[in-house]
Structures are given as C-alpha cells and as structure tokens.
C-alpha cells in the first residue's frame, strides 16, 4: 500500500501498468548503523529511497527544563552529555553564554587552556567521526579501532586534568575549574606533535581507497542554497564550499591570535565532508602547537567568579561556538534569581539533521547508512 | 580570511584507472600495525583487565566519600550537615538529616553532625559539585569503581558508615589535594587556637 504522499516517482510506466510497489521499512532505533536511538521511516522502490523520514526522542532526557529549575552552576555536568563525544566544547559553549550574561572576563591562561581542550576535542571527535563513518561503509572494526586507540590518548589527557575521560565538567564561569601541570603541557605537546603522523597512516587507508572514492564521491551532494537556507553549520557546510567558521567570524575567546585555514569542499557531497574534517585536524594541530607554545602562566580562574549563589542580573545572551559538529549555541534568559528563566541549546547535529531526506532521496538504501554517518550526529545532542 | 580549498583529486579518473592500488596500500597500513603490535608498545595499549590494571590517575573521580580525621569514624567526622551539597547537587542524589546535639569539630568548636547522610550512587553522576561547594572540605571524591551489586536498591544507596573514610585513604588516592587540604586545615586550627589563646587571655589583661 503506498502512502498516500508518494509523488516523487511515477506509480505506473507510460502503459499504465504498475512499476512495482514500493516498501516501506523501518530502519531503527536499534540498528548498529544509526549512532544510537534513531530511527528512518523509508519508503523503497526496489532499493531506491523514495521518501524519508527521519523519528528521534527517544534518548530525550528534559535537559533544557531541568537546566531551568536548577543552579547556573548545575546544568554544568548536564551540557557534558549533551555531545558526549565532546563534553569540553559543551562546556565551553555554555560557560561562554553564562559569562555574557553575566559579564565576566576570563583569565588569560584560562583561554588558552579552553582553546586546547576544544582543539583537541575536535581531533578526537573527527578521527572517531570517520571511524565511525568507515565502518559504515564496511570497513568493520580495524580503521575504527585505530581511531579509538588515539582517541583514548586524548581523553587520557582530558583525564589527568578533569578526572573523566568523557563527563569532564571542567569549565567553570570565569575560567576553568583547575589548572594544568607542566607535565601535562609536555605530555599534550608530545601527542600533538606525534598526531600528524597518524593522521598520514589513517589518511593513507581512505583518502583515495578505490571504495570510497566510488561510494562517497556525488553520493549525498547538498547544493550550496539549501545548506545556507537550511541553516547547516560545521563542516557540512563548509564542504559546499560556504566560507563560515564562527571561530573566525565570532573570534570568540582568543582564535583571533591564532594562524589558521578554513578548508572549503567544493561539491558538497559526502567525500568533501570527509576531507574537510581531515584538514580541518591538521588546522587543529597547528592552532595546538601555537596555542601550547604561547600559553602563559597565571590564575586560571576570575577573582570575582564565585560557584555557590551565583545570581546573573536580569537580561538574556545567546553565545555560541564552533563546536566539531557545528555551531553550538546556548540561549539564556535569566530574571535575577539562581537558575536560569529560559535555557535553550542550539544542537547543531539536531539541525543538520533536518536535510536527511534531501541528501537521501534517490540513492540506494545502502547509501543512506554512509550519508547519515557523514552528518555526525550524537543522538544524546539532538534528542536533549 | 585564509581558507584551503578540497580539490577532488580524482574527479578526472576514469573508473578503469582505478585497478585497487590504493586498497593494497591501506591494507600495507594493517599489516603494519599487525606486526608492529608485537613489538611496539604504541601500537599495542589493551590492558587485559582485571588480571592486568592501569594505575588510576591522580585526579581521577568516581563516587564521593566523606572524610573523617583520626581512628573513630563517628567521632572525627568533617562534616557538620551544612546542606549545601545536598542542596548543590544536579541530580538530588544526596539526603541528610542533621543532629539533635552536637559534638567538636577538628577546632574544638561545637558543630552538629549529620544524623543521616545518605547517597544514593545509582543516580550520582560523578560530576564532583559536592566537593567544590563544600566549605569544610568534608566531602571528596573516591577512585573505587568496582562496586557491582545484585541489590540495586539497598545495595547502591550508600549512608554514612560505609561513606566514612579516613584522611589517610584520601592522602593515599589524591596526594596532592590532600596535602594542600591538610595544609589549610592546619592553618585554620592554629589560627582558631591563637584565637582562643588570646580570648582567653583578653579577660586577665584588665585585671593585669
């Protein structure tokens, strides 16, 4: 039985007999390919999709509501399992808001040290992301095991300093909430320098494997007016070759000092998403490298910044960040008590989410799981 | 703004060019890390868990613990049941009922006691907020992480006596903190002790 909107291909051949009937499947919530609790309702004419609709809540967990009936401070630890690939970011993301709101400055050194943590966020999310993406396509386990093994370097440094490896709750407003050794500065600059290298040998596995090239190259494009109109950020929208990176836009935080590029795709299709996150890492390791070079001694948290009875005056503030995934924006209003009146995420895999079907529609089912894999969404961020 | 464009680097290949070379180089890159696990340590990071274990880092935190000075739990108990913790805590997972009487705190001044401290571990999240807010540094974070039940209910709520562990245990886990805390403490009794010297010298001096 078709549904009853199917238009997209003709029902019947110009002899009017049918062409086929068309399926309609159920792929999730539990499917090993979907990143978690997610669900595409598809609609299949053999094995080409002709209709897509994307289901998720079902990791929905009333963050924002929660958020607005406890302390500012509270919600802290709660932004860690938004993203739970990047809990730094989040944090970031979030102390950022609250410090507009509020209008606390941040201690140089504590610039610094977020700058570090969300550039080497953004590495391990990238190298898992593709792991993750290449596994998709068939590639099972090993790639993906290498980019765990790195991966596990980084948040053992995020360890030694935050005591978690993923839930770090580590940025505090008005700086971070404790300082990092000279051993761990060592430590992280010997792993940035020594990244470079890996990335050489896990570049050499896909970047031009016959197989990836045949199913991610034209697979997926999204043209340049509906990535705008759509309001898709991170690297799905630079690989259409739209130049906005709010680190260089915002320059939020110190990334005005730093010397970086943006890497532009082309064609918009799933391979330029690939590579962009490939260079956008080695622009990482050099943000790192000055960013670990430069960085000065001093407090790390703001004199005035205190944690308990923490009281914005009225007023609102959205700010927002690159996060590896896209823009991450935090809205707040406050009314002058202890928690916030309104506190909105701006998810950008939520949003980047919403050109599912236009990225689907036409190609086969199989070329659905890779698409969704190069969007990079952690359902724990779409679903809140 | 300086920006680095993505050619496609084989958008001008034909399909007949690509004769799997490239498959052969990425399967040069395993068999590299194949054999490079049996002799370099980078290549090779699984730890056989538990027969083989890494030693937890320094500031690594799993469940809070309440810290108490010298041999008696009940009696050197920090904690004198202010409530902010309990009121601080994001997910609520922390219950106290304070004293009726009160007893000396490390100081010799009276405090209250909490009659009840409960945590219920199932629903704590490890975010460490308790030990931030606490002003008497009464509250820390434990690296105990095998702590599997078949009771999930009475097993994984927690009340004060098997909360209580001593100052030696938390110099053992955090060194470093702990030293700084007993610093502060110290630095805190004596300034409490000149205190009392001198309140009790205050009524001798117009005598004298």
Redesign the interface.
């Known amino acids: 039985m078709p549904p009853k909107n199917y238009e997209i291909l003709p029902k019947t051949s110009e002899t009017g007999e049918p062409i086929g009937e068309l399926l309609e499947i159920s792929m999730g919530p539990h499917h090993p390919s979907t990143h978690g609790v997610f669900r595409m309702d598809l609609v299949l004419d053999g094995e080409t999709v002709v209709k897509l609709k994307p289901v998720f809540g079902y990791l929905h967990r009333n963050h924002e509501k929660i958020a607005e009936n ?2 500012y ?6 932004t ?1 399992r938004l993203d739970y690939f990047c809990s730094m970011t989040n944090n970031w993301a979030y102390a950022l808001t609250v410090e507009k709101l509020a209008g606390l400055p941040v201690p140089e050194r504590a610039e610094y040290i977020r700058v570090i943590m969300a550039e080497l966020t953004r590495l391990q999310n990238h190298t898992c992301l593709i792991g993750f993406f290449v596994q998709d396509m068939g590639a099972l386990g ?1 790639p993906l095991m ?1 980019a765990f ?1 790195e991966r ?1 370097k980084i948040l ?1 440094l995020f ?6 490896r993923m ?1 770090c ?1 580590y940025m505090r407003f008005g700086g971070v ?2 300082d990092v050794t000279p051993d761990w500065l060592a430590q992280a600059k010997q792993l940035v320098d020594g990244y470079g290298k890996f990335l050489d ?1 896990f570049e ?8 990836l ?2 199913r991610t ?1 034209g697979v997926g494009v999204l043209p340049r007016e509906l990535v705008v109109s759509a309001s898709i950020t991170g690297p799905m929208l630079r ?1 259409a070759g739209v ?1 906005y990176d709010v680190r ?1 836009v915002d320059k939020y935080g110190i990334y005005g000092r730093f ?9 918009g299709d799933i ?2 998403r690939y ?2 996150r490939v ?1 956008e890492m080695r ?1 990482s390791l050099k943000i790192l490298q000055q960013a670990l070079r430069d960085i000065p001694s001093g407090p790390v948290m703001d004199p005035k910044a205190k ?2 009875g923490f009281r914005p005056k009225a007023g609102e503030a959205y700010g927002r960040i690159e996060a590896p995934k896209g823009e991450l924006g935090f809205y707040l209003i406050s009314d002058g008590s202890p928690n916030p009146f309104r506190y909105r995420v701006r998810p950008p895999s939520f949003i980047n989410l919403t050109v599912l079907e236009d990225m689907c529609l036409g190609h086969r089912i199989s070329d659905t799981v890779v698409i969704l894999g190069s969007v990079d969404i952690v359902l724990g961020e779409v679903d809140r | 703004m300086g920006t680095l464009n993505i050619e496609h680097r084989t958008s001008n290949i034909e399909w007949t060019e690509m004769l799997g070379e490239q498959i052969i180089k990425g399967m040069a890159v395993t068999a590299r890390n194949f054999f490079g696990s049996y002799v370099s340590k980078e290549r090779l990071t699984t730890v056989q868990y538990p027969e083989e274990r890494l030693t937890p880092k320094e500031n690594t935190r799993q469940f809070p613990f309440l810290v108490y000075d010298g041999d008696d739990w009940e009696k050197g108990m920090r904690c004198v049941a202010c409530q902010i913790c309990e009121k601080e805590c994001p997910p609520q997972c922390i219950y106290i009922v304070k004293s009726k009487d009160k007893k000396p705190d490390y100081k010799g001044q009276l405090q209250l006691y909490p009659a009840t401290f409960d945590i219920d571990i199932s629903v704590c999240m490890s975010c460490q907020i308790c030990v931030e807010v606490c002003p008497f540094d009464a509250i820390k974070m434990d690296t105990e992480f095998e702590l599997s039940t078949d009771d999930r209910f009475g097993g994984l709520l927690f009340s004060k006596d098997k909360l209580s562990k001593s100052n030696e245990h938390y110099r053992r886990i955090h060194p470093t903190d702990a030293a700084a805390v007993d610093e502060h403490l110290a630095g805190e009794k004596a300034k409490a002790e000149a205190k009392a010297k001198a309140a009790a010298a205050t009524p001798a001096n117009p005598a004298a």
């Open positions: 406890i302390s401070l509270g919600s802290m630890p709660y860690d090993t290498y093994r596990e053992d360890e030694s300093v935050s005591g978690a839930m709750n909430r404790c040998e050499a596995l896909f970047t031009e494997n016959e197989i090239l045949a190259q690989a130049n260089k010397d970086f590029k943006v890497p532009l795709g082309e064609h391979y330029d590579m962009v260079l622009e944690l308990r």
